[in-house]
C-alpha cells in the first residue's frame, strides 16, 4: 500500500515549519496543524536567536555559556551541534528574507541576555522576533510543495508486530493519515499550567501521544520559568512576557522600596541565569514584597521595545516613567522526548524536535535564545536525515491507533501543577499533585503532567529550574538522567538512569 504521505509533520511553529521546508521537493510531505496556521508559541517568543556572529565571539564561548547554564546536565555533543550551526542557521533565516535588527552600520545588532557573556543575541522589531521567524517560515511553507492540513492529531498508529511497534502515521480529526515518518513538532507545556508565556493550546499533547506510542521522555522534570512576566492583578493564562532583552540594555530588578535585588546574588547579577533570578524574585514575593523591572533608563524604549510597551499599556502600566511589576511564569520545557542528535526516537519510524523534543542542549536550564535557534538547526538536520533515508517498515500487517484519550479536567491539571511542580517542589506536594491528576479522566495533557510529577519526584536534589525544598542542594554523586515512561497501569513510571553529561 502507498502511504498517503513520506513524511507528516505535526506543528506549526519554528521546528515543524523548518522540518516541512527542509523536506520540500524531496519527499512528499504533509504538515498537520491544529488551529492557526503558524501558530503555537514560537510566534509570541520576544527573545533573539543566538550565534556566535561577533567578533569577540566563537562558537566554543557560545557552548560554554549553554553548559554552564544547564548545571552540568547538558549533552556536550549536542550542544556543539546547536553552537557551531547557529551561524548557518541564521543564514537560512535571512536567504528566506527575515527582516532583523540592525545597527547605524548596517550590521546585524546584536544584543545580549541572562547567561550569556558576550553580546550575540539576534531580534528582530526589538522584541518580536518569533512573529517575524514564523512569519518568513510560514510565507516559503505556503509557497512549497507541501499540503497543509489544519486538524487535531488524537493518537499516532502503529504497526500491529508484538515485536517492535512502528508509528506508520496519524489519526488527524478521525482521519488516517499514513507515512513511513512522522515528526512531532508539538511544543511545550505551558497550558498545563496557570499562568504561562504559551498559548493555552500549546499543553503537552506531544508527549503524551509519545508516551502513549513507547517512546520514553528524560529531563522533563526541568520546568523553565521565565522571571519577567507581567505581573498584574487578575491576569492569568497566557500572560505577557516582559524580554530579558530590557535587563541586557541595562534594566534592573528591584524590590517595592527600590532596592536592587539581583546585586549580590550572582556575579552577573540582574542577567544571572534564568533559574537563579526566578528563584530570587519568588524568594521575594513570598515575603509579601513585590518586585519590579526598572527600564526607565532606557532612552529609546518605545523603538526598541514596541511590544512590551504595547503589553504594559493594555495593562495601564507605562514602562517610560514607572518600573514593570513582575513576576515568573512558565515558560519553557527543557527535558521532553527523547531523541537522538537526529531527531530520533526510541520507537521506529517517530521523531521529534523543537521543544517537544530532549536534545540534551539545554540540560536543567535553558540559556537565553536557544530555543528559536536550536529548533531551526535541528529541524534542518532531521530534514537532511529523512531525506536521504526513511525507516523501512519492520512489520507488515494493518497500522492500529494506540488507544483513545479523554479530554482531561484542563483546570484540575493547571492547579496540580501549580503547587506540585512549580519553582519551589517537595515530596509531599509532588505526591498530593500526582494524586489528583491520577484521579482525572486520561488524556494526553494528563499524561504529560503526571510525567512531570513522577520526574520531580524521582529527582532527590535541586538543580537549575527544579528545585526542591526538601533536598535543596545539588548532589554531585546524582549524575544521572531521570528517564519516564508508561507503565502497564496507565501511568507514569520514572527511572533514574544514565549519566547527565551525555553523548549520543
Given amino acids: 500500500m502507498r502511504d498517503a504521505y513520506e513524511v507528516i509533520v505535526v506543528g506549526s511553529g519554528v521546528a515543524g515549519l523548518s522540518v516541512a521546508l527542509g523536506l520540500a521537493g524531496r519527499r512528499r510531505v504533509a504538515?498537520?496543524?491544529?488551529?492557526?496556521?503558524?501558530?503555537?508559541?514560537?510566534?509570541?517568543?520576544?527573545?533573539?536567536?543566538?550565534?556566535?556572529?561577533?567578533?569577540?565571539?566563537?562558537?566554543?564561548?557560545?557552548?560554554?555559556?549553554?553548559?554552564?547554564?544547564?548545571?552540568?546536565?547538558?549533552?556536550?555533543?549536542?550542544?556543539?551541534?546547536?553552537?557551531?550551526?547557529?551561524?548557518?542557521?541564521?543564514?537560512g533565516l535571512l536567504d528566506l528574507g527575515a527582516d532583523f535588527d540592525r545597527d547605524a552600520e548596517g550590521h546585524l545588532a546584536l544584543t545580549r541576555e541572562g547567561g550569556h557573556h558576550r553580546r550575540r543575541v539576534v531580534h528582530a522589531g526589538g522584541d518580536a522576533t518569533g512573529a517575524e521567524v514564523s512569519r518568513v517560515l510560514a510565507a516559503a511553507v505556503r509557497d512549497a510543495p507541501i499540503d497543509v492540513i489544519t486538524a487535531d492529531v488524537t493518537d499516532l498508529l502503529l504497526s500491529s508486530s508484538t515485536y517492535r511497534p512502528q508509528v506508520t502515521g496519524v489519526i488527524a480529526d478521525g482521519v488516517e493519515l499514513t507515512a513511513r515518518a512522522v515528526v512531532l513538532a508539538t511544543g511545550g507545556v505551558g497550558g498545563l499550567y496557570p499562568v504561562t508565556t504559551n498559548p493555552a493550546e500549546v499543553a503537552g499533547e506531544g508527549l503524551g501521544l509519545a508516551l502513549r506510542a513507547g517512546a520514553s521522555l528524560v529531563d522533563v522534570e526541568f520546568v523553565q520559568f521565565h522571571p519577567t512576566a507581567l505581573a498584574v492583578d487578575g491576569i492569568a493564562g497566557q500572560i505577557p512576557l516582559v524580554t530579558e532583552a530590557l535587563r541586557g540594555e541595562g534594566a534592573v530588578l528591584i524590590d517595592g522600596g527600590g532596592a536592587r535585588i539581583m546585586a549580590d546574588v550572582h556575579p552577573l547579577a540582574d542577567l544571572a541565569p534564568r533559574d537563579v533570578v526566578a528563584r530570587r524574585i519568588d524568594q521575594v514575593r513570598a515575603t509579601g514584597d513585590r518586585v519590579f523591572l526598572d527600564a526607565t533608563r532606557i532612552t529609546d524604549l518605545c523603538d526598541r521595545f514596541p511590544t512590551v510597551i504595547a503589553a504594559c499599556g493594555r495593562y495601564g502600566v507605562d514602562p517610560i516613567v514607572s518600573p514593570i511589576p513582575v513576576a515568573p511564569a512558565q515558560h519553557y520545557l527543557c527535558g521532553g522526548i527523547r531523541t537522538d542528535l537526529w531527531g530520533a526516537t526510541d520507537v521506529a519510524g517517530l521523531y521529534a524536535v523543537g521543544e517537544v523534543a530532549a536534545t540534551g542542549v539545554h540540560g536543567a536550564n535553558r540559556l537565553a535564545s536557544n530555543s528559536l535557534i536550536e529548533g531551526a538547526v535541528f529541524a534542518r538536520r532531521l530534514a537532511d536525515r529523512l531525506a536521504s533515508a526513511l525507516p523501512q517498515r519492520r512489520a507488515a500487517g494493518d497500522a492500529v491507533a494506540a488507544p483513545s484519550a479523554a479530554a482531561g479536567d484542563v483546570a484540575a491539571i493547571q492547579r496540580?501543577?501549580?503547587?506540585?511542580?512549580?519553582?519551589?517542589?517537595?515530596?509531599?506536594?509532588?505526591?498530593?499533585?500526582?494524586?489528583?491528576?491520577?484521579?482525572?479522566?486520561?488524556?494526553?495533557?494528563?499524561?504529560?503532567?503526571?510525567?512531570?510529577?513522577?520526574?520531580?519526584?524521582a529527582?532527590?536534589?535541586?538543580?537549575?529550574?527544579?528545585?526542591?525544598?526538601?533536598?535543596?542542594?545539588?548532589?554531585?554523586t546524582f549524575q544521572r538522567h531521570v528517564v519516564v515512561r508508561l507503565g502497564a497501569d496507565g501511568r507514569c513510571e520514572a527511572a533514574v538512569a544514565g549519566d547527565l553529561e551525555r553523548t549520543a
Avoid at 418 to 424: L, W
Avoid at 425 to 453: E, G, K, N
Fill in 459 to 476: 529527582r532527590e536534589e535541586s538543580r537549575g529550574c527544579h528545585w526542591r525544598e526538601d533536598f535543596p542542594t545539588t548532589d554531585a
Fill in 31 to 91: 504538515l498537520v496543524t491544529s488551529g492557526e496556521f503558524a501558530g503555537g508559541s514560537t510566534r509570541w517568543a520576544q527573545g533573539g536567536l543566538a550565534a556566535a556572529i561577533g567578533a569577540d565571539d566563537r562558537p566554543a564561548l557560545h557552548a560554554e555559556d549553554t553548559v554552564i547554564a544547564g548545571v552540568g546536565a547538558c549533552d556536550h555533543d549536542a550542544v556543539a551541534v546547536l553552537t557551531d550551526g547557529a551561524a548557518p542557521g541564521l543564514v
Fill in 416 to 457: 496540580a501543577m501549580a503547587s506540585g511542580a512549580g519553582i519551589r517542589r517537595s515530596a509531599q506536594q509532588l505526591a498530593v499533585s500526582r494524586r489528583a491528576i491520577t484521579a482525572l479522566p486520561s488524556s494526553d495533557r494528563a499524561l504529560a503532567a503526571d510525567a512531570i510529577l513522577a520526574a520531580a519526584a
